[in-house]
């Protein structure tokens, strides 16, 4: 069989001069090279088969109404060991601490601010930084509960940190399926490795939210929120309400009555303790932020703060998430906790320094420009691969607004063989690990792992054209 | 109990899901008997077409988009019934609904039922015109449906907890069943209950016959009458027969008992007495319903009464 390796940044598969695999992976290439073409065919073919009569799909903004397109799954599973993911796991423990610590201390006495370890403009200029909230503590002072971090390898295997997503980071449900879908295709593949679950995560998750309710003697009642069927990430609503046994709600089955929330039911209503929401902050609730909201719960805020709900994420941790914020976090990390960040991260100019932005005018063909609000690959500029007219009418829309923007070097991401037109080909992949905070902080040992299927492209979000791989994190063998 | 929307959609469910099953089989029986009677009587094949048209009316009933010709009237009616997605009463536009519905409630659904029912409906999807006008090529494509609906109905029937979402989404399908038989029945009897003397008796009962499996019911009325085809026992046992799924009293008493099962032991709610009221009329006072005329009027308090129910399940459960 023919392996294609990766020709600029990290192989993970395939080591050295002599392009060998790397021990963990030798087994699975052997497995893979017993396959014939015609099988590996039928193979994928029953595999996209199952995943469009599951129903496992996504809608894609912007195209016809109702669109919906399965999420491509790449079958040549990203495969960590245990040593690795030693690193990764202790690194995301460390900053999803600190994280929530920043977010106590910018909604309470902002000493960071004060202290200048980051500037107080950039902090309090954010839309995610919501002033409505200053004061006010979330139960167990959890302010992201669910984390999903990116992470990217650089050109040397480095794990670097590439965002954190505090609000509702998506994506989980298809570490599950991808998992399912993989053993019911190519069981064969399982059968060297000690490959750790990720099935416990529903349980893990309610455990998380049903830890912060604010009755936690008369067994609470915990709901998903969703914006509907709509959303891009509806499928996964339903699916963590469906795993997690709880209703899936939308704004208009709630209503808020004597500070309490209910949910409208046939016969009567019913008082709900924890919403693990999947809206924007903006949109939770029309009193308190966005008026024309159509999609939240009037009044839901209110009864928030006297305490008789808790939300899931804690509305205003978007703010820890901004990717101006990011570059100050190793600054972060030492002053909370005072130790040395164990995850390495890109280096960031941030737009609301003018030498940074004016760096960043002076070198935009070099680098990766970004909105900090916006997610999902959207409003960015990939400086290397665009054109003179591109940079130049992105140029002029970022001296409008200079805050709203960070830029980072282009890293060289690692690439994993993936299975293109019945031929194995490197493609550039991530890692989105997925991270509890309810009783301690807990990483689920796997991720999604996305694929970016263009050769040579760098952008791996599934709402342009991104796929994704079932990720193994491999337990420690036994000594 | 469960969320008003949740209950809405599933009673929304039951019903496509039940629709686009008698789409599907009263298409397969219109389609066999027109084209099994087309030389000998080309005015009752059309007759058929044109009763299907009316049972379940399409957006634009304007007499003279109705093709004139026997066949092309015949293919139209296919096409629009089968897999014309903006017919209302299109089989395709049924199982998307139904689907639409499941998609919104998937956690209140196992996925036993959800891949069941979305394979049904990306199968019908991959069917396109022209196959849909080859006659056998039509049999096999509404065959395949038919099936896959009857594998939801059981994938509901296997796998789902009976709680009160099960009960609304066979509410749903209850609803939608005696009342297309009732619609059915006020369509073709006044044909059926008076023919002409000049009357072809064999044909006639092949009408009859047509009717009682456009209902599921023809094996069901041999049990009871054998092969013997008499107008007015036929016409008894799809209204009054306490054991075929199909009759009016069937269906007006298994709406009554889910609705009561749905009151659950507190005081009736508006609908569940309108359609009770209307149980006990066909169970007791049946026989008295059968003269002159008479039972067509009875057909018509039937659709009357059973739009009730529906009216007015949105106001006691559905919030809307």
């Known amino acids: 069989m023919n392996w294609e390796t990766a020709t600029s940044g990290y192989d993970e598969v ?3 001069a002599d392009h060998r695999p790397r021990p963990h992976y030798a087994p699975l290439i052997s497995i893979l090279e017993s396959f014939t073409r015609e099988n590996l065919e039928r193979r994928e073919r029953l595999q996209k088969l ?18 919906e397109r399965i999420f491509p799954f790449d079958f040549v599973p990203r495969i960590i060991p245990a040593s690795e993911w030693k690193t990764v796991q202790d690194g995301l423990v460390q900053r999803i601490t600190t994280l929530n610590l920043f977010l106590l201390d910018v909604y309470h006495e902002q000493r960071c601010l004060k202290d200048g370890v980051i500037p107080a403009d950039l902090v309090l200029s954010r839309k995610e930084y919501k002033r ?15 984390v999903g971090t990116d992470l990217i390898r650089s050109e040397t295997g480095e794990y670097l940190v590439l965002e954190d997503n505090c609000r509702c980071p998506s994506g989980v449900s298809y570490v599950l399926e991808n998992r399912t879908l993989l053993n019911r295709v190519f069981p064969e593949f399982f059968a060297s490795y000690p490959v750790r679950t990720v099935k416990e995560y529903p349980t893990l998750l309610l455990n998380t939210l049903l830890l912060v309710a604010p009755r936690p003697s008369q067994s609470p009642v915990v709901v998903v929120l969703s914006p509907g069927i709509h959303n891009s990430a509806y499928f996964e609503h339903s699916f963590l309400a469906r795993e997690m046994g709880v209703p899936l709600v939308e704004g208009r089955d709630l209503l808020v009555e004597g ?3 209910f949910m409208r039911r046939t016969h009567s209503k019913q008082q709900v303790d924890v919403i693990y929401r999947r809206i924007d902050d903006d949109f939770l609730d029309p009193l308190t932020f966005r008026r024309d909201s159509m999609l939240g719960v009037p009044g839901l805020v209110n009864v928030y703060r006297e305490g008789n709900v808790a939300l899931a994420n804690a509305p205003g941790a978007g703010v820890a998430d901004d990717k101006a914020v990011y570059a100050f976090m190793p600054e972060l990390i030492k002053y ?4 040395e960040p164990l995850l390495a991260q890109v280096p960031t100019h941030v737009g609301l320094r003018r030498d940074d932005f004016r760096y960043m005018t002076e070198h935009l063909g070099d680098l990766v420009v970004k909105t900090t609000g916006d997610a999902g690959g959207y409003g960015m500029l990939m400086g290397p691969f665009s054109t003179k007219k591109e940079r130049e009418s992105y140029l002029a829309v970022m001296k409008r607004n200079p805050g709203n923007y960070i830029a980072q070097p282009l890293v060289h991401f690692s690439s994993h063989p993936t299975h293109v037109n019945g031929r194995f080909e490197p493609r550039r992949i991530d890692l989105r690990p997925f991270i509890l905070n309810g009783d301690r902080i807990r990483v689920l040992p796997g991720g999604l792992t996305r694929v970016a299927l263009r050769p040579g492209s760098y952008v791996v979000n599934s709402s342009q054209g991104g796929g994704s791989k079932d990720t193994w994190v491999l337990a420690p063998r036994e000594p | 109990m469960i969320l008003s929307r949740v209950a809405d959609a599933l009673y929304w469910m039951g019903r496509y899901l039940e629709r686009a099953e008698n789409i599907t089989r009263l298409l397969l029986v219109t389609e066999e008997m027109a084209s099994e009677v087309v030389g000998l009587d080309e005015p009752l094949a059309r007759g058929e077409w044109n009763e299907l048209r ?18 092309a009237l015949a293919q139209a009616t296919l096409y629009e019934l089968a897999i014309d997605p903006l017919h209302p009463y299109s089989i395709f536009f049924s199982l998307k609904k139904a689907r639409d519905n499941a998609r919104t409630v998937r956690e209140a659904l196992t996925i036993e039922v959800f891949v069941t029912l979305n394979e049904t409906y990306r199968e019908l999807e991959g069917y396109t015109r022209r196959q849909i006008a080859d006659g056998p090529g039509f049999r096999s494509a509404l065959a395949a449906t ?33 009342f297309r038989t009732a619609v059915v029945l006020r369509l073709k009897l006044p044909a059926l209950l008076s023919p002409a003397p000049t009357v072809d008796l064999p044909l006639f ?5 047509a009717l009682l499996r456009g209902l599921s019911s023809l094996e069901n009325y041999r049990k009871v009458h054998g092969a013997r085809m008499e107008a007015e026992d036929a016409l008894r046992f799809l209204l009054f027969d306490p054991h075929t799924p199909r009759s009016l009293r069937f269906g007006t008493a298994a709406v009554k008992d889910l609705l009561e099962r749905i009151s659950g032991g507190r005081d009736l709610s508006l609908p569940a007495r309108v359609i009770g009221r209307l149980a006990a009329d066909i169970a007791y006072q049946g026989q008295d319903l059968l003269g002159d005329g008479k039972s067509l009027d009875f057909l018509d308090h039937v659709l009357g009464e059973l739009g009730r129910v529906h009216d007015t399940l949105s106001t006691a459960y559905f919030g809307t």
Do not use: C
């Not at chain 1, 469009?52 to 912007?62: A, S």
């Open chain 1, 14 to 16: 395939f080591d050295g």
């Open chain 1, 132 to 146: 409505e909230l200053l004061g006010l503590t979330p139960p167990k002072k959890v302010f992201t509960h669910v």
């Open chain 2, 54 to 71: 009316t049972i379940f009316p399409g957006p634009d009933t304007a007499e003279e988009q109705v093709p004139r010709a026997l066949r």
């Open chain 2, 205 to 209: 009962h092949s009408r009859w016959r």
């Open chain 1, 336 to 339: 909370y906790l005072g130790e």
């Open chain 2, 146 to 178: 038919q099936r896959g609906i009857f594998a939801t109905a059981g994938a509901i029937e296997q796998t789902l907890a009976r709680d009160p979402g099960w009960l609304f989404l066979e509410l749903g399908e209850e609803i939608e069943r005696v």
């Open chain 1, 259 to 261: 500070n309490h929330v």
């Open chain 1, 50 to 67: 199952a995943l469009m009569n599951q129903g496992i799909t996504f809608t894609v903004y912007g195209e016809k109404e109702g669109l």
